[in-house]
């Protein structure tokens, strides 16, 4: 069998989770992989068991072996990395953010259009069975009207002042933190299932720690805990621990979201509750193999995930049978299964509808984002346009 050829970019926290997805389909292959130089490029791809290690992601490009991309980059280098393998003719999947303006993205969903080349964005989430079962029942008016959508996305690696990583640092990360970094896929997660749109948002943020120490070394994502006290240095802190949000959603609906990267105990816990006109769900990351039913006139349920009980489309990402849980790497194989599927099939070449989160999702992503950071900044309400408009 003929596989699709890929690169990752960038091999911190993130980009090995991807290879590790990526292995568990069986039409792809991972050839290569870059990363900041070609002595840590090379230590990962040993370390990874990947063929060829390229200290310059552009010489990546030139081989005219690879298909697609995965850019694992830290946010602010998204961009360019993504304009350079558009240009170099190669399938791109990216992490969120997509860019770190709406200007930026916007530029990225017509240059991917301009080129016929597929373009996903890393809200893996999405891909959990009984999220996808919500979007179903929501799709078939089993929960009727939605009246609220209320949630949350906490974590606790950020929780104390030691905590450090390039995410806190706004020329690295973007200017916002913890909306951009998690509340981006709580925002992707309600709008995918819902169908709603958020209208207009009223922000409240928060810093806790107006300084944190900052390693002398540079760390990957959540390695923080094993440092000494003489391994930092202190430094002013300008993005977000905290951030809550009240919504309005088109079709009368009304919302909430807490985001917090300072929550004791609340590992990588995302969390939403929709509450219909005939009844309402609720579902949590931390147990995400159940969902909560709740009824007025009849008992409230659990219901397990199990293929066998789940509706329609959901059933297309489980592969074990009930009681054998999936969790945060299938969400991953999951999406980079639609992702290769949609290449595989040429489908890009028509123009077919993804199936899974593209370009534009992640421009909305900024674009909801981007207002929620000025309605903090203004302490207002800010409108958030329904449809953003983009040329191709
Ligand atoms: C760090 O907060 C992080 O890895 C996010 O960047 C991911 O998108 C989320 O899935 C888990 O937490």
């Known amino acids: 069998m003929e596989k699709i050829q ?35 490029a090379a ?3 040993a370390e990874l068991g990947v063929d060829e290690a390229y200290g310059d992601y552009r010489d990546l490009l030139n081989s005219k072996e690879i298909d697609a991309v995965h850019i694992c980059t830290p946010n602010f280098l998204h961009f360019s990395i993504v304009k350079d393998a558009l240009l170099a003719g190669k399938h791109v999947l990216c992490e969120k953010p997509l860019a770190t303006s709406v200007k930026e993205a916007k530029e990225l969903v017509s240059l991917a259009a301009e080129k016929k080349l597929a373009n996903a964005v890393g809200f893996n989430l999405r891909f959990y069975p009984l999220v996808q079962q919500v979007k179903a029942m929501i799709d078939s008016g089993e929960l009727g009207e939605i009246f609220a959508v209320n949630g949350s996305y906490q974590q606790d690696w950020l929780f104390y002042q030691t905590d450090y990583n390039w995410r806190i640092n706004s020329s690295m990360g973007g200017e916002s933190r913890a909306m951009a970094d998690i509340g981006s896929h709580w925002v992707d997660m309600i709008e995918f299932i819902t169908g709603l749109k958020i209208e207009s948002v009223c922000a409240d943020f928060a810093t806790f720690h107006k300084t944190r120490k900052k390693p002398l070394k540079a760390i990957e994502t959540y390695s923080g805990k094993l440092l000494k006290p003489e391994d930092y240095e202190e430094i002013p802190i300008d993005t977000e621990d905290y951030a809550s949000i009240l919504i309005d959603f088109n079709k009368g609906a009304h919302g909430s979201v807490t985001v917090n990267q300072t929550a004791a105990g609340r590992k990588n816990r995302i969390y939403f509750e929709i509450y219909g006109s005939k009844k309402s769900v609720e579902w949590c990351g931390e147990r995400p193999n159940e969902l909560w039913i709740g009824n007025r006139d009849s008992t409230n ?8 009980l789940v509706l329609g489309n959901a059933r297309n990402y489980i592969n074990y049978p009930g009681g054998h849980n999936e969790g ?58 329904a449809n953003e408009k983009v040329t191709f």
């Not at 090995?16 to 870059?34: D, G, N, S, T, Y």
């Not at 099939?345 to 207002?371: C, H, Q, S």
């Open 43 to 45: 230590a990962k791809a």
């Open 6 to 40: 890929i690169g990752v970019i960038g091999t911190g926290f993130i980009g090995p989770a991807h290879i590790e997805a990526l292995r568990r389909i069986p039409f792809v292959e991972v050839k290569a992989l870059a990363d900041v130089d070609k002595k840590v």
């Open 328 to 385: 945060f790497p299938d969400t991953s194989k999951q999406l980079y299964k639609e992702f290769y599927n949609y290449i595989r099939n040429k489908e890009f070449i028509n123009g077919g509808i993804p199936k899974y989160p593209a370009f534009v999702d992640g421009l909305r992503e900024m674009t909801i984002v981007g207002k929620i950071v000025e309605s903090a900044k203004q302490r207002k309400w800010i409108e958030v346009e």
């Open 301 to 308: 349920n659990i219901m397990l995930k199990d293929p066998s």
